[in-house]
């Protein structure tokens, strides 16, 4: 079942960065992803938006019961506080110094050029934070011809050489990952990098410039498989992995719906035959090693669909549950929704808000014994935090009251 939550603010934070303090001048995905991971270990992230157009871009994507709290938004800020700030102008700039002389980490994703426009490049804040961790989440990296460009989701995907999969599966055009994937696992990068820029000042008293560079990091994660053929020089066949890249791989069609199936060891695949009254697959050549399937990965696959439609999904799960041979349920998103092992977990958490009223939200998945991760809060909606975040930074009242007018 769910776990349903009706007090948004009133869990202090478990998790293993508590009292570490992030400003976050993060937007869309690639950076929200990464400090979403961080507040859920604890950390207090102060999310900066600018005043003007109703705050970062994902706020607006996708309908919500109010305006500004899109799905997205809502997925990639929980644990977070929002000010809302124009570091443009003399007092904005001046929050946001004050802001850092007490930060352990400043990570954003504008570009550095602008950034040190603002006066907020690298060396300009270590010189107000010494030990500061200062995380540029960019497009590409600076030693590059495209360190000026911009970067998006599908750019990364096209230029990585990941959409060209789509091609390699099925002899057709490119093909873009029905998902944000390069976004989501640049944040992965960002979010490591960061964790190890801490481990290494807590070992050292030093911060230090982190750079996490999109289409660095993306084709970085496409092309630990992918590289293939290319990895020994000269190549001797090509890129792209066979097993997974080939058309065959998808769930299978059962008697009646869909399963996936996953027999990996030579036992299991001898036993999924037996079951699926095909005996002597393995006699064949072209099957009885593990090389020689990888080579003729496509035939095999065809005979696994083959044998899936003889049985039903659920005699086909009894059946490879009893002999320990690798199969799941294929869920479509919505089944996932009442998967029974995410239900069992309570992945998908319910809570309670009292102006969005009920919604979903996704449990941090890492489990620790000691320091656990944890939800303490909604998000937030645009600069709710403005007057505790800017009323702790010693701003007379006249100026404070400046600041919160202005929204600057």
Same mark, same amino acid.
């Given at each position: 079942?769910?776990?349903?939550?009706?007090?948004?603010?009133?869990?202090?934070?478990?998790?293993?960065?508590?009292?570490?303090?992030?400003?976050?001048?993060?937007?869309?995905?690639?950076?929200?992803?990464?400090?979403?991971?961080?507040?859920?270990?604890?950390?207090?992230?102060?999310?900066?938006?600018?005043?003007?157009?109703?705050?970062?871009?994902?706020?607006?994507?996708?309908?919500?019961?109010?305006?500004?709290?899109?799905?997205?938004?809502?997925?990639?800020?929980?644990?977070?506080?929002?000010?809302?700030?124009?570091?443009?102008?003399?007092?904005?700039?001046?929050?946001?110094?004050?802001?850092?002389?007490?930060?352990?980490?400043?990570?954003?994703?504008?570009?550095?050029?602008?950034?040190?426009?603002?006066?907020?490049?690298?060396?300009?804040?270590?010189?107000?934070?010494?030990?500061?961790?200062?995380?540029?989440?960019?497009?590409?990296?600076?030693?590059?011809?495209?360190?000026?460009?911009?970067?998006?989701?599908?750019?990364?995907?096209?230029?990585?050489?990941?959409?060209?999969?789509?091609?390699?599966?099925?002899?057709?055009?490119?093909?873009?990952?029905?998902?944000?994937?390069?976004?989501?696992?640049?944040?992965?990068?960002?979010?490591?990098?960061?964790?190890?820029?801490?481990?290494?000042?807590?070992?050292?008293?030093?911060?230090?410039?982190?750079?996490?560079?999109?289409?660095?990091?993306?084709?970085?994660?496409?092309?630990?498989?992918?590289?293939?053929?290319?990895?020994?020089?000269?190549?001797?066949? @090509? #890129?792209?992995?066979?097993?997974?890249?080939?058309?065959? !791989?998808? &769930?299978?069609?059962? *008697?009646? +719906? =869909?399963?996936?199936?996953?027999?990996?060891?030579?036992?299991?695949?001898?036993?999924?035959?037996?079951?699926?009254?095909?005996?002597?697959?393995?006699?064949?050549?072209?099957?009885?090693?593990?090389?020689?399937?990888?080579?003729?990965?496509?035939?095999?696959?065809?005979?696994?669909?083959?044998?899936?439609?003889?049985?039903?999904?659920?005699?086909?799960?009894?059946?490879?549950?009893?002999?320990?041979?690798? @199969? #799941?349920?294929?869920?479509?998103?919505?089944?996932?929704? !009442?998967? &029974?092992?995410?239900? *069992?977990? +309570? =992945?998908?958490?319910?809570?309670?808000?009292?102006?969005?009223?009920?919604?979903?939200?996704?449990?941090?998945?890492?489990?620790?014994?000691?320091?656990?991760?944890?939800?303490?809060?909604?998000?937030?909606?645009?600069?709710?935090?403005?007057?505790?975040?800017?009323?702790?930074?010693?701003?007379?009242?006249?100026?404070?009251?400046?600041?919160?007018?202005?929204?600057?």
């Amino acid at each position: 079942m769910t776990t349903t939550s009706s007090a948004p603010d009133s869990k202090p934070p478990s998790g293993p960065l508590a009292g570490i303090r992030i400003i976050d001048m993060t937007s869309v995905v690639f950076g929200p992803f990464a400090t979403v991971q961080l507040a859920d270990l604890g950390a207090e992230v102060i999310k900066i938006e600018n005043p003007g157009g109703g705050g970062e871009v994902m706020r607006n994507a996708g309908r919500s019961p109010i305006p500004g709290m899109g799905p997205i938004f809502m997925a990639l800020n929980r644990n977070k506080k929002s000010v809302t700030l124009d570091v443009g102008s003399e007092l904005g700039r001046e929050a946001l110094i004050r802001l850092l002389r007490d930060a352990d980490v400043f990570i954003h994703n504008v570009r550095m050029a602008g950034m040190e426009r603002l006066g907020f490049g690298f060396e300009a804040v270590r010189a107000i934070r010494e030990d500061i961790v200062y995380v540029h989440c960019a497009g590409f990296g600076a030693a590059g011809p495209y360190a000026k460009r911009q970067a998006f989701d599908d750019l990364i995907q096209g230029a990585s050489g990941f959409a060209d999969l789509a091609s390699k599966r099925d002899g057709g055009e490119p093909a873009y990952a029905p998902s944000l994937i390069a976004d989501k696992t640049s944040g992965l990068y960002a979010y490591g990098a960061t964790l190890a820029a801490l481990f290494h000042r807590e070992r050292t008293g030093a911060g230090q410039f982190v750079q996490v560079p999109m289409l660095e990091a993306f084709t970085h994660f496409h092309m630990v498989e992918n590289l293939y053929g290319e990895t020994f020089i000269p190549a001797s066949y @090509g #890129m792209a992995y066979t097993r997974s890249v080939n058309p065959r !791989r998808k &769930p299978y069609r059962t *008697a009646d +719906g =869909f399963i996936c199936i996953v027999p990996y060891s030579d036992a299991q695949w001898e036993r999924f035959f037996e079951l699926g009254e095909r005996p002597g697959v393995f006699d064949d050549p072209r099957f009885s090693t593990y090389r020689a399937r990888t080579d003729n990965i496509g035939e095999l696959y065809a005979i696994i669909e083959e044998v899936a439609l003889t049985r039903t999904t659920d005699e086909w799960l009894t059946l490879l549950e009893a002999e320990n041979i690798p @199969g #799941m349920r294929f869920n479509t998103n919505e089944a996932a929704l !009442r998967d &029974p092992h995410l239900e *069992a977990v +309570g =992945f998908f958490e319910e809570r309670e808000d009292p102006e969005l009223g009920r919604f979903r939200t996704l449990r941090p998945p890492v489990h620790m014994s000691v320091s656990p991760a944890s939800i303490r809060s909604n998000p937030p909606q645009l600069g709710a935090d403005n007057g505790e975040v800017f009323g702790g930074l010693g701003f007379s009242a006249e100026e404070l009251a400046q600041l919160l007018g202005e929204g600057a």
